[in-house]
């Protein structure tokens, strides 16, 4: 990149979205915070990235069609790899199977997926299989019309169903973290709105297993929503929430167990992923309440 060469937005959002800007070697998303020390690499020349496909990593097809599959995500595994050469990613293993999905999207390291998890984060997981179907996915998600249904186990006791609508923003000082802030602080920058449906199951002792849906998509939505109102989930360090013994690190509890969405090939679908054996051993460990 040219000394004092300063890109308009339009143009760093294409560098971006290209996957031509590293921090640090690593490819990152629109929105990251970059730090003092850090290295930010900018490629004038596209970069010729490619999805390298995985035949070893092997991951669970919930549903497929013509035009999508519902893959079940496994905890601790990324979706997609953020730089050229990884390749353990849930992307890189469908590729190996539907190597379509690897040009489906407008994002060469993430292929065709509709959505993402956060890698602590396990369940469905929407892959398009055409670059139509990804345009129509996209569109889908973005309006909210895709339904998606957590199950979380979070600290404390939720009496009542809520709705939590605070805005969310980068962490002043984290760059790793979000942060949910107050409805009334004003026009934040960066600060976007997010709402999250939150409803209780089952009480356990400190503990409370409940459904979450996200009526928006912003980064680490569930988990800043649920730690601003004093229920961070177990395991999720990251914002305080209580250590779980029976979690690997980096694991916390939450599972995106159904969703819901007008396929352009075989119309509404319905689509359930089980709780993953680590997360029900958890639930057993624990008393009731």
């Known amino acids: 990149m040219r000394l004092g060469w300063a890109p308009s937005r339009r143009k760093a959002r294409e560098l971006i ?18 730090a003092a020390g850090d290295d930010v690499h900018v490629s004038e020349s596209p970069l ?22 519902v893959v079940n995500k496994p905890g601790l595994i990324p979706c997609h790899p953020l730089k050229q050469g990884e390749h353990d990613t849930v992307i890189n293993a469908v590729a190996a199977t539907y190597p379509e999905t690897a040009k489906a999207g407008d994002k060469p390291l993430e292929g065709g997926l509709v959505h993402r998890l956060d890698n602590g984060t396990s369940g469905a997981l929407i892959i398009a299989r055409t670059p139509r179907a990804f345009a129509l996915m996209r569109t889908a998600i973005r309006s909210g019309t895709i339904s998606r249904q957590y199950q979380a186990l979070c600290a404390g006791r939720v009496e009542e169903g809520i709705e939590i609508a605070t805005p969310i923003a980068h962490h002043a000082k984290n760059r790793r973290k979000m942060v949910a802030l107050p409805i009334n602080a004003g026009a934040t920058p960066g600060a ?47 914002y305080n929430g209580p250590v ?11 599972h995106l167990s159904e969703v819901a969405f007008e396929s352009p090939s075989s119309g509404y679908v319905t689509v359930q992923s089980p709780l993953p054996a680590d997360l029900d051993t958890v639930l057993r460990r624990l008393s009731p309440n």
């Open 192 to 238: 976007r709105p997010a709402a999250t449906l939150v409803r209780p199951l089952r009480r356990y002792c400190g503990f409370s297993l409940i459904e979450v849906r996200p009526r928006t998509g912003r980064r680490h939505q569930l988990r800043v929503h649920l730690a601003s109102t004093g229920h961070p989930l177990a395991g999720d360090i990251l």
């Open 48 to 69: 010729a990235l490619a999805l390298q496909p995985n035949p070893h990593l092997r991951i669970e097809v919930l549903y497929e069609d013509e035009s999508v599959l």
């Open 244 to 254: 779980v013994a029976e979690l690997a690190p980096g694991r916390f509890w939450l």
């Open 17 to 34: 979205d290209g996957g031509r800007v590293t921090v640090n070697g690593r490819h990152l998303g629109k929105g990251a915070m970059v």
